[in-house]
T-cell receptor, first 115, second 109 residues
Framework: NAGVTQTPKFRILKIGQSMTLQCTQD?????MYWYRQDPGMGLKLIYY???????DKGEVPNGYNVSRSTTEDFPLRLELAAPSQTSVYFC??????????????FGDGTRLSIL | DAKTTQPTSMDCAEGRAANLPCNHS???????VYWYRQIHSQGPQYIIH???NNETNEMASLIITEDRKSSTLILPHATLRDTAVYYC??????????FGQGTELSVKP
């Protein structure tokens, strides 16, 4: 099983450029999440989705956009890259309902540098 | 903000049990205790979770105090590959994970 797959693994951007970080999962999970992790810090939630067509903001959504057109895919878009967005980005998925507490499964991350 | 308090770092000898403490004194009745770990440069990995009963799986055991204000993750026979940052997270049913700083566990030969 592939689990959660993120592409690319590494990327260097110039200030003001845009890019999309891809995330796909093959576990038929309804919930998907995007986190960022700055050096020496814990993960912070950027956006999440509880199902296709539904997205919501997390702790640090500014400067990012997401969409969820299918159950499998949850891309993260940076429109105008800024140095403050240099970070490692993790995508995760889980199967959740109001009465369940299934754990989140994480991808291996995308390391993004903005210069 | 994270609702848990963990020591910044701990050492453990290889082959011995690693006991990682976590305080969550403001935990609510419907909140679960989750443990994840993050090995360097990898995504977080789920370890175990519980509500009020002690739990055990193939990776670890979770001991939750009767008042639920603290818990301990036990790795029974730590190996060098268990060196990682361990996160204790309090999460309401169906709610979001809020990661704190975690405990950096170093397993030494």
């Amino acid at each position: 099983n592939a689990g959660v797959t993120q592409t690319p693994k590494f990327r260097i951007l110039k200030i003001g450029q845009s890019m999309t970080l891809q995330c796909t999962q093959d576990m038929n999970h309804n919930y998907m999440y995007w986190y960022r992790q700055d050096p020496g810090m814990g993960l912070k939630l950027i956006y999440y989705s509880v199902g296709a067509g539904i997205t919501d903001k997390g702790e640090v959504p500014n400067g990012y956009n997401v969409s969820r057109s299918t159950t499998e895919d949850f891309p993260l878009r940076l429109e105008l890259a800024a140095p403050s967005q240099t970070s490692v980005y993790f995508c995760a998925s889980s199967y959740a309902t109001f009465s369940s507490n299934q754990p989140q499964h994480f991808g291996d991350g995308t390391r993004l540098s903005i210069l | 903000d994270a609702k848990t308090t963990q020591p910044t770092s701990m050492d453990c000898a290889e082959g011995r049990a690693a006991n990682l403490p976590c305080n969550h004194s403001t935990i609510s009745g419907n909140e679960y205790v989750y443990w994840y770990r993050q090995i360097h440069s990898q995504g977080p990995q789920y370890i175990i979770h519980g509500l009020k009963n002690n739990e055990t799986n193939e990776m670890a055991s979770l001991i939750i105090t009767e008042d639920r204000k603290s818990s301990t993750l036990i790795l029974p026979h730590a190996t060098l590959r268990d060196t990682a940052v361990y996160y204790c997270i309090v999460r309401p049913q169906g709610g979001k994970l809020i990661f704190g700083q975690g405990t950096e566990l170093s397993v030494k030969p």
